[in-house]
């Protein structure tokens, strides 16, 4: 590794460390010079001047007659001799020494020429300090402008350091930053391009080698998901039946061929959109979504109508839900049905007449008018009308079903009166709970209403809840008709004391042909129910049951008033 980053957060420390010493070695250089031009001037001069002082005092003595500071000043001056520093001092320094060599041997006459010359090289220095003064004050102008340019470089590099070597670091971090955000969105495509060969230069390194692992994994996976998912269209689109998947977000994840050619619609206008927003420029998508049972509901196709059926399932798996929805096409069982009906209606109808017929007869025979018969003769007659009226209810149950089927139920509504409905159909199957000896009681409630209704409807429907109830009821016990007006509506039911129905079998009494494990009749169709169902709801009401297993059921219906 050429450089770390901790080498490189050291350099970029002592290079900072180094501007510092620079610029305070700069200054102290500046102040060194300063000083030592400052105590020349001090001493040189000074010296001189005081050198010049002592010997006028010397001279004044001299001239007093004084004779021995001639020696002082000889030593003043040779003092003076050794600290000439100005130009013109020598000259004027040689002048004093021939003047002072002639004062030892001559008169007073010198004094004046040698003050004269003291007077000069006083002059001389003070000169020289006034000039040596605006030197220093020059230099130290010099060292300050030096000095602030120094500074001034230093603090441009310094500055241009702190702005850009934070970068160094934090560059590669920012772009690791990025890269990372972009490997979250799997875009591993991205890589990082370092050049540098420290530890970012490395980490780049190991980061680009995991996004390419990456990008591996992913086209890997991708071309398996292709692959599955080509698969799994295949088997979508081989199902006979319309499929539409929506997920949890309400994302249309597929729609077959034949969903498509239903919805009129092309793929790309399905599959990957919004279900809300398919919802809003298709009708039939519309009706899709909103929850209507398992109602058949009719679709024009190629100028034919066809009827289907919705099953939505679904589909749980590791916490996310999703939904399919599955058209049934029943076109072809509907037509069935149709011809079903149209045939029992058919050959009900043209039995009924027969059997009516045959019904006369037997009660001719059983006329002793016509002739005397034996008991075992009477019997057989009773048998024969036994399985007469059962097969004339039978059939009647027929022709009401095929109404039901067709969807052409007749009502013939008029004001009936309740309680003369419940005692018409006591009396209807008086004579079997006599022979069962069991006991009907009737609950009214107090002034209960007339109302409009089918009473024949009404009464047939009364008449199948009171037979069940004497068929399963054990003998000798007691049946309960109530009616009661409340709300609007007036309602009818049977209580009985039979075996009762277990829970799991009540949503199903009403429905078609069933019957309750156990209890297969072989007397009984099975429809009888199914028929009540239908004829309550034509007239705007409904049926129910309650039972306890064991203990009992409750047949009931509730029709409105008006």
Request: hydrophobic fraction near 40%.
């Amino acid at each position: 590794m050429t450089s770390s980053v901790k080498n490189k957060i050291r350099a970029g420390t002592i290079f900072l460390f180094l501007l510092v010493l620079l610029s305070g070695g700069f200054s102290i250089y500046y102040l060194v010079k300063l000083q030592s031009q400052s105590k020349n001037i001090l001493k040189a001069n000074y010296e001189s001047l005081q050198f010049a002082l002592q010997m006028q005092v010397a001279l004044d003595s001299i001239e007093k007659g004084k004779i021995n500071y001639l020696d002082t000043f000889d030593l003043l001056l040779k003092k003076q001799e050794a600290n000439i520093t100005e130009l013109g001092e020598p000259e004027a320094t040689l002048r004093l020494r021939r003047e002072f060599e002639r004062l030892r041997y001559s008169n007073d006459s010198i004094v004046k020429t040698i003050r004269f010359g003291l007077q000069e090289i006083l002059r001389l220095n003070m000169v020289a300090i006034d000039r040596k003064s605006d030197e220093a004050a020059a230099a130290i102008q010099k060292a300050m402008t030096y000095q602030i340019t120094i500074v001034s470089i230093i603090f441009l590099v310094s500055f241009t350091f702190v702005i850009n070597f934070p970068g160094i670091i934090t560059d590669p971090i920012r772009r690791f930053t990025e890269a990372i955000k972009e490997i979250a969105q799997k875009n591993y495509k991205h890589r990082i391009h370092i050049e540098s060969k420290d530890e970012f230069g490395e980490l780049a390194n190991a980061f680009n080698e995991m996004a390419e692992r990456l990008e591996y994994f992913e086209s890997s996976n991708l071309n398996k998901l292709i692959f599955e998912k080509t698969r799994a269209e295949a088997v979508i689109n081989s199902l006979r039946d319309a499929s539409i998947g929506i997920d949890k977000n309400n994302i249309i994840l597929f729609a077959n061929n034949q969903a498509l050619q239903l919805l009129g619609l092309e793929a790309k206008d399905v599959v990957g959109k919004d279900a809300a927003n398919v919802r809003m420029r298709n009708d039939l998508f519309r009706y899709l979504l909103e929850d209507k049972g398992n109602t058949p509901f009719k679709i024009v196709v190629d100028n034919r109508e066809n009827y289907y059926t919705k099953e939505t399932v679904d589909v749980v798996q590791e916490g996310s839900s999703s939904k399919v929805i599955i058209l049934k096409n029943i076109t072809t069982f509907k037509e069935l049905d149709a011809a079903k009906t149209n045939f029992i209606a058919t050959v009900s109808h043209e039995l009924k007449t027969p059997l009516a017929s045959s019904d006369f007869s037997l009660k001719l025979l059983e006329d002793e008018r016509v002739g005397a018969i034996s008991k075992e003769q009477k019997e057989l007659i009773q048998n024969l009308k036994a399985d007469n009226q059962r097969m004339l209810r039978i059939l009647s149950e027929l022709l009401n079903m095929s109404q039901v089927e067709a969807g052409k139920i007749k009502l013939h509504v008029q004001m009936i009166q309740p309680d003369a409905i419940v005692k018409g159909s006591i009396q209807a199957i008086a004579t079997s709970a006599k022979e069962k000896k069991v006991e009907i009681f009737k609950e009214l409630g107090d002034d209960l209403p007339a109302c409009y209704a089918d009473g024949d409807k009404i009464t047939w429907v009364l008449n199948n809840f009171l037979t069940n109830a004497i068929k399963y009821s054990p003998a000798e016990s007691r049946i309960i008709v109530a009616v009661m007006a409340a709300d609007g509506m007036i309602t009818f039911s049977v209580k009985d004391n039979g075996p009762g129905i277990e829970e799991k079998y009540l949503k199903r009494i009403f429905e078609r042909y069933f019957q309750v494990p156990g209890r297969s009749d072989a007397k009984s169709s099975g429809i009888g129910l199914a028929i009540c169902k239908e004829f309550v709801e034509a007239m705007g009401g409904k049926v129910w049951v309650k039972s306890v297993f064991g203990e009992g059921s409750t047949f009931g219906f509730q029709i409105p008033i008006v």
